[in-house]
């Protein structure tokens, strides 16, 4: 069993930040990659940022330069540092971990960026 616990979620104005936590508890092992999906309502899940086990970031056009996505290998953990906020990242934020070959999700926490 793995669970992935996420964080960090919240309402905050536009142009601020919020930083968002997963820590993946459980069965752990060799995990590839990490990453943070959104999903607005009436929308696809949608990539937000991902990182490989090597280190390498991945980001959707839309945030590029405003979140930062790391991990702590040795907590299990992802996090999402996400500044200058707009209105439109306003979603529910899914963690996600690939762990030989198999994808994992977290339950989602909202996010709500006010104008």
């Known amino acids: 069993q793995v669970q992935l616990g996420e964080s960090g979620g919240g309402l905050v104005q536009a142009g601020g930040s919020l930083r968002l936590s997963c820590a993946a508890s459980?069965?752990?092992?060799?995990?590839?990659?990490m990453g943070w999906y959104r999903q607005a309502p009436g929308k696809q899940r949608e990539l937000v940022a991902a990182?490989?086990?090597?280190?390498?970031?991945n980001y959707a056009d839309s945030v590029k330069r405003r979140f930062t996505i790391s991990r702590d290998n040795a907590k299990n953990t992802v996090y999402l540092q996400m500044n200058s906020l707009k209105p439109e990242d306003t979603a529910v934020y899914y963690c996600n971990i690939l762990m030989s070959a198999k994808r994992y999700w977290g339950q989602g926490t909202q996010v709500t960026v006010s104008s």
């Open positions: 990182i490989v086990s090597g280190g390498s970031t």
């Open positions: 459980g069965i752990i092992y060799n995990i590839n990659g």
